[in-house]
């Protein structure tokens, strides 16, 4: 973007010599001054999320400190707030999505990228597109009605006679719990991954795939050890905004996750998200400081979504750069 | 053919084709979602679902009738909150800033747009909710408009830019001021992708529910005037379907076939805009 504001008409040097009054007169000056204030708007708005986190966070910030991040009880009635069992149930469970959307989303990327001709790619972008248009609330009643009882009686049990021995398949098969948001999550984010990354994959120049295929590569060596490496960065910052949104992600995750602030090494276990638990408990706080400790979550939230977008838009910037000189994602 | 490139071909296509399967993989799940939602929610759709108000639990039938009409009213007062900011904020983004106030309200606009839905509702309440001490259909609206300006706004500067510069030099050339020229001839030349990009940003935060939980509430009744709790369509659905009633789980799916079948239309709509008259941005 940075290079195209060049382009526009600004301020040259005729109207630079023109006075202000006659600019004031033909508009342009009450016009600058108008959508100007509507711009700034928009950074003190954002400012203002910010302040009003920080703020009406600052009596549980002082009450608990370090402490909130690794106390386990979540008590409102005994006024107690630790906030581990909710980061560790938004970080398993994003965790797993991960784990099944990114290889799923990059495939699908490659695909779309380098493989299906034209059109076909751009009918099923045109799917995916309209994939990531799906409102999560209907991805949790999905998940309620179908994927929970899918799991309780079929996955759950098949995962526990295979891999009970390991601490991550133990305990009784719930349907909600980690597990479950965790795949509700994947199908959520993978039209991002697939999106984003295609992109990428695409902006990746004509004369690599060209060189690795006349040095006798075979098509899916061009792609998977020039092409993908070049698009490295790319990628990695479409998973970093896949994590974004599932971290974020709200109510899909708190029909399906179990709402129980558990900690428990078993992806079986019922758990609780932070994004879940601000979504179920903030009418219901009564006292001040049970609120207060609701913002902290979700400034924690923030923080984190914050820093995972800024890194993911650097990396994207980057790639760009990389392959074709233009500073446009 | 020596066995070693035997093998590497077919590493390649055994490959190729996996990335096919993950491709009709990602896209099946689209089909599926339609699939259980007109299975279910067919079944369910009447013409009382449209036109009656929810009946007290334990009564069968009822509707949704409030939480269409609530979700119409916060979508446009969201609209009216929303669009003028990211629309006029976008004219200054593009034809009037210079880049360091332009990097400043991009980059806030980006945070803007990364933040949770979730803490964008907490942020609601605290604005518009704590204040008056009742949930409103101007609060939940708030928080709607909130998460349309980064996109109206940053498509507006976007589609502007692409509006090539002879057009602004001929008007320019003709006399007109800077804002006539940009007010007839350079946003008339981006109207289709703007248009796009708010019936885009319409169509997402359509289906919203997190911000509207704690700023418009819900209501089972109509609610008289925008000053009152106001029911929406998607939380309707959460609470439909978190509810132990086998009648509310049938009109959740109800309500979710409605839903997704608006943003849809909406979204296939938009596209066609798009790519109908794109020539001139591509």
């Given at each position: 973007m940075a290079t195209s504001t060049t382009t526009v008409p600004s301020a040259g040097p005729a109207e630079g010599s023109r006075s202000f009054i006659s600019r004031l007169r033909n508009g342009d000056e009450i016009a600058r001054i108008i959508t100007f204030l509507f711009a700034a708007s928009v950074v003190l708005i954002t400012l203002l999320l910010v302040l009003q986190l920080w703020h009406d966070s600052s009596i549980a910030r002082h009450k608990f400190g370090l402490n909130f991040f690794v106390t386990r009880v979540w008590d409102p009635i005994a006024e107690e707030f630790g906030a581990l069992p909710f980061i560790y149930g938004t970080l398993v469970t994003a965790v797993v999505s991960l784990l099944i959307a990114v290889p799923l989303g990059i495939g699908a990327a490659i695909f779309l990228a380098e493989l299906a001709p034209q059109k076909v790619s751009d009918t099923l972008q045109f799917f995916i597109d309209l994939l990531a248009a799906v409102p999560s609330v209907i991805y949790g009643l999905l998940g309620v009605f179908i994927v929970v009882p899918l799991m309780r009686v079929y996955v759950e049990p098949a995962l526990k006679q295979s891999?009970?021995?390991?601490?991550?398949?133990?305990?009784?098969?719930?349907?909600?719990g980690f597990l479950t948001a965790g795949i509700v999550l994947a199908i959520m984010v993978i039209p991002y991954i697939i999106s984003v990354s295609r992109e990428v994959l695409l902006s990746v120049p004509r004369d690599q795939r060209e060189a690795a295929l006349a040095l006798g590569s075979t098509r899916w060596e061009s792609t998977w050890k020039v092409v993908v490496p070049f698009a490295r960065g790319g990628i990695m910052g479409s998973i970093f905004l896949a994590l974004a949104r599932a971290l974020g992600e709200t109510m899909a995750v708190t029909m399906v996750i179990g709402n129980s602030p558990i900690v428990n090494p078993s992806l079986l276990s019922p758990g609780y998200s932070i994004a879940a638990v601000i979504a179920n408990e903030f009418t219901e706080a009564t006292s001040q400081i049970h609120l207060q400790a609701l913002v902290e979550l979700g400034l924690v939230l923030f923080l984190l979504t914050f820093i995972l977008n800024g890194l993911a838009r650097l990396l994207l910037v980057l790639t760009a750069q990389k392959g074709s000189g233009m500073g446009h994602v | 053919m020596n066995p070693r490139l035997r093998w590497r071909k077919f590493v390649s296509n055994f490959m190729l084709t996996m990335t096919g399967v993950c491709a009709v993989v990602a896209v099946s799940v689209l089909f599926f979602i339609l699939g259980y939602l007109v299975y279910h929610g067919g079944a369910s759709i009447n013409w009382n679902f449209f036109t009656k108000l929810p009946v007290p639990v334990g009564e069968l039938g009822g509707g949704m009738a409030n939480a269409i009409v609530g979700s119409a009213k916060l979508l446009l007062l969201a609209s009216l909150f929303g669009v003028p900011i990211g629309f006029l904020g976008g004219i200054y983004l593009a034809e009037f800033s210079g880049s360091s106030v332009a990097f400043v309200v991009r980059y806030a606009a980006d945070l803007l747009n990364g933040v949770p839905s979730i803490v964008i509702g907490i942020f609601a309440y605290a604005l518009t909710v704590l204040p008056f001490k009742h949930f409103s259909a101007f609060a939940g609206a708030f928080a709607l408009g909130l998460m349309m300006i980064p996109i109206t706004l940053r498509s507006t500067e976007e589609f502007l830019h692409g509006v090539p510069r002879a057009l602004r030099e001929g008007s320019m050339a003709l006399g007109a001021s800077k804002w006539r020229t940009i007010m007839s001839v350079v946003v008339p030349a981006a109207y289709r992708g703007i248009m796009t990009a708010i019936l885009l940003a319409l169509a997402r935060v359509a289906g919203e529910t997190a911000p509207l939980l704690f700023t418009a509430f819900g209501n089972r009744y109509w609610s008289h005037g925008l000053n009152e709790p106001t029911a929406s369509l998607p939380v309707m659905i959460f609470n439909y379907a978190i509810s132990p009633y086998e009648d509310w789980h049938r009109q959740a799916w109800a309500a979710g076939l409605v839903l997704l079948a608006l943003i849809l239309i909406v979204n296939i709509f938009a596209r066609a805009i798009l790519s109908r008259g794109g020539t001139i941005l591509r």
């Open positions: 891999l009970g021995f390991l601490p991550l398949f133990k305990g009784p098969a719930y349907g909600v | -």
